[in-house]
Each structure stands twice: as C-alpha cells, then as structure tokens.
C-alpha cells in the first residue's frame, strides 16, 4: 500500500556520503523542522543530476527544510556526486534498497523492452511531527522542487 500525507514517515537510519549514520527520527526530534526525502536511482545519471542541482538551487528558498537524497550508491559514489555538483544537501546510501521499499519507492520499470526492479524516482516530505505532510511518488526530476515550493506555501497558510 503506497504511503499517503498523514502516515507515519518509515524510521531510517542510512550512511550520510561521508559516512556518518543519519537517523530521521533523531533529526526530525532534533531540529524540529520539514524533511524532505528524495529518492532516485543513481548519481550522476542526467535525470539524478538535473533533480539534484534543481533541489540545490532552490535549496535558498525553502527556508530550515533539510533535504535528503537516497539511492543505492555507496558512500564513494555520493561524495563525488556530491563534489562534483556542489550540491551541499545529505546524499544518503540505501544499497540494500530496504529504505526505497519502505517508503513504496521501488518497482517494477521499463527500459529498451526489459523489465527489472528498481528506484521510483519518489519525494516525500516529512512534517515536525514525523508524519508525512506529502507524498510525490513516480516524480519527475523537474517536478521536485517546484512540488517542494508549492507545499511550503499551502503548509504556511
């Protein structure tokens, strides 16, 4: 059953591109401000990049909202993207995809006529109390922020 606004965000703990363990319940007790979760597939692929430098453009305007992307990369992998792109966000490592399938972002996908399982390119933003405030499964990359925004507003009104 796919995850819906006002469902409890699945707890995770996951290492952060430097390594570090990043727990969300700790940080969403500790800071006490939106998440938003955002998985994808795989770095430095063009549609991952594009979404990553969007989220990081617009990262300015969305106020104390902590923005965190998932995909099976290992660290290594995260800290390039990372550099590279000068995203400057959590890039956090779901290898075993047990996160992905959690939140309901993984699947069955197409691509040149063969079918495999994989990421669902999925945002999910998580309210100061642990639950979720919405729910973008089966995102476009440019679809991201702008999602992003227009959630900020409604929630501020």
Known sequence: MPLEPGDKA???TLLVQNADPF????????????HLIDFYPKADTPGCTTQACE??????EVGGTVILGISPDLPPALVRFDE?????????????HAVA?????RGDE??????????????FLVAEDGTLAAAWPKISPQQTPEKLRRALQVLAA
């Not at 197409?110 to 999925?122: A, C, Q």
């Open 101 to 105: 399938d959690a939140y309901g972002a």
């Open 23 to 34: 727990s969300l319940s700790k940080s969403v007790k500790a800071r006490k401000v939106l």
């Open 55 to 60: 989220l990081r453009d617009v990262a300015s």
């Open 10 to 12: 699945p707890d995770f």
């Open 110 to 123: 197409s691509m040149y006529g063969k079918t495999h399982r994989g990421v669902i390119r999925s945002a």
């Open 84 to 96: 590279e792109h000068a995203l400057g966000f959590a890039l956090l490592s779901d290898p075993d």
